[in-house]
């Protein structure tokens, strides 16, 4: 291939990622939807006018990193720390009872699979991608109700925070444990490892960080060097402890993330992402789908991964929410508030493939998640909402007639 091919190839990507991810905002559903059926038109399934190379993998790649990154900037430490063990235990619900869901549903379709078999640790990340979260949708619905501030609201936000962390440190050891000649001790003592390394590093970098942002702010050295970091604990997540780069990548943006200037930062992260690495992190999802192998079972089974994904996270959330004594009511708003999907999903399951834990063609059920759970969740959400002035109607007539 010329070399100068490559840049025929990011124009189309760039250009048919930006016109499909502008027609999905307009029919309601997230952007990134558009951007991957984008690939998933130029690729090899259909139109065969792109096909992905190393260059474009490798793009790909720093936009996923990017990604993480912009999404650890974006974390509120002092919101995570007020919400305290409730959102903590939500949140621990919506990532167990997924990952098992996930797990069983595969097993149901290809069969039980020992412990440590390539079997199971496909069956297990399956259940990995379903434990993560994306709220987006559901924080513009809860906008244009006049809920996000209040408790339901600020329960969600905090929940999925920390469900996403939790789901970051489930894919890093399971990725670890897939690794030939790791062992579980192993695996444990390099992630804990990593994790401590990373706090008390933080914590000088954010210091020293700090100290050139107040001295300089809002420069543009300030956003450069918050990337140097991001790309060194990617690397060093993935070269010294055999971890995910994009846990290296979020972990830095956590660490910058109570800077003065973390919006600053952000924002020309957010730059860069949008105009080129996220379009082509998005459509290469789009061009490495295989729809040639999708049959009949992968499309029952895409039917199922939907169905389970968003009954696991309802059922784990929802009941946890009501053990914490909220009403079966608002139980089920948290419950489903948090049944969304998005680009961390998407970020899981290209890890996956990456490792060779799961074929390209499961990527079909994943985008058919995003899909549904976008369009779904404001509906029901709504519908929910609405039965509090019924409740409360019905209350206020009973109390009228007990008087």
Not at 159 to 175: E, P, Q, R, S, Y
Request: charged fraction near 15%.
């Amino acid at each position: 291939m010329e070399p100068y091919e490559i840049l025929k190839d990011l124009a189309i990507i760039i250009v048919f990622a930006k016109v499909f991810g502008l027609i999905a905002r307009r029919l309601k559903a997230p952007q990134v939807v558009g951007e991957i059926l984008a690939g998933l038109l130029i690729g090899p399934s259909v139109l065969g006018i792109v096909h992905l190379n190393d260059f474009i993998s490798q793009m790909a790649e720093i936009g996923v990193i990017l990604l993480m990154f912009s999404a650890g900037l974006e974390t509120n430490l002092k919101d995570l720390m007020k919400t305290g063990p409730k959102a903590l235990a939500i949140a621990c619900a919506g990532v167990f009872v997924p990952l098992v869901g996930g797990t069983l549903l595969y097993m149901g379709f290809y069969g039980m699979a020992p412990w440590g078999s390539e079997k199971f640790y496909s069956a297990v990340f399956i259940g990995v991608i379903m434990t993560a979260t994306s709220v987006s949708i559901t924080v513009q619905s809860l906008k244009e109700m006049g809920k996000l501030s209040g408790e339901i609201g600020t329960t969600i936000l905090s929940a999925a925070i920390i469900d996403d962390v939790i789901g970051i440190i489930v894919l890093t050891f399971v990725i670890g444990f897939k690794n030939p000649g790791s062992s579980p001790m192993r695996v444990v003592i390099s992630t804990v490892l990593f994790f401590i390394i990373s706090i008390v590093l933080g914590f000088g970098i954010y210091k020293l960080v700090k100290l050139i942002d107040i001295k300089w702010p809002h420069t543009q050295r300030i956003p450069i060097l918050g990337l140097a970091i991001c790309f060194v604990f990617a690397y060093c997540a993935e070269k010294f402890f055999g971890i995910a780069d994009i846990t290296g990548a979020y972990v830095a943006g956590i660490i910058l993330c109570s800077i003065q200037d973390h919006d600053y930062i952000d924002q020309k992260i957010e730059t860069n992402s949008y105009m080129l690495f996220g379009p082509i992190f998005f459509a290469s999802i789009g061009l490495k789908t295989e729809l040639s192998h999708v049959d009949g079972q992968i499309i029952l089974f895409s039917v199922g991964f939907v169905l389970v994904a968003l009954l696991c996270k309802i059922i784990g959330c929802g009941l946890m929410a009501k053990i914490l004594r909220h009403s079966w009511n608002d139980s089920l708003k948290i419950g489903v508030g948090m049944m969304t999907r998005g680009e961390v999903a998407l970020i899981v399951a290209q890890k996956g493939l990456a490792v060779g834990m799961i074929d390209s063609v499961y990527f079909t059920a994943v985008i058919l998640l995003i899909i549904v759970s976008s369009i779904s969740t404001p509906i029901v959400l709504k519908l929910l909402y609405s039965r509090d002035g019924k409740i409360e109607k019905k209350s206020k007539a009973e109390r009228d007639l007990g008087r």
